[in-house]
């Protein structure tokens, strides 16, 4: 399944919003995360979203692996700033780049 990267600056906040769905293919998972890391490089927060659909709503838990799995690939590159929430028919959690705490 073809999954796009949904990319938007939220308030000139440097907030940015990767979504995707349960279902993701791993190339397309792979994607996801090279954009995660470029923009964890520049510095920025990145608010990484799974979206629930139909009968996926009953699956959840599913959903939340997939985040576990993304942190822990990112882990070296950033910090959790927010953890899982869960939101109607999403669950997201915000994370931030190491290099941003340093130099507060």
């Known amino acids: 399944m073809s999954d ?3 990319l938007a600056i939220l308030g000139g ?7 995707g769905l349960t279902n993701i293919e791993e190339h397309d998972l792979n994607v996801k995360l090279k954009k995660i ?5 520049d510095a920025c927060r990145v608010k990484i979203v799974v979206r629930f659909h139909g ?11 997939l985040l ?6 990112i882990k070296d590159l950033a910090v959790i700033e927010s953890q899982l929430a869960s ?17 507060q």
């Open 13 to 19: 906040s440097g907030l940015y919003n990767m979504a």
């Open 87 to 103: 939101e109607r028919r999403e669950i997201f959690v915000i994370v931030r780049s190491r290099d941003e705490q340093k130099s």
């Open 4 to 6: 796009n990267i949904a």
């Open 68 to 73: 576990e799995d993304i942190l822990c690939e």
């Open 55 to 65: 009968r996926e709503n009953a699956h959840q838990d599913l959903g939340a692996r």
């Open 37 to 41: 890391k470029e923009f964890l490089g």
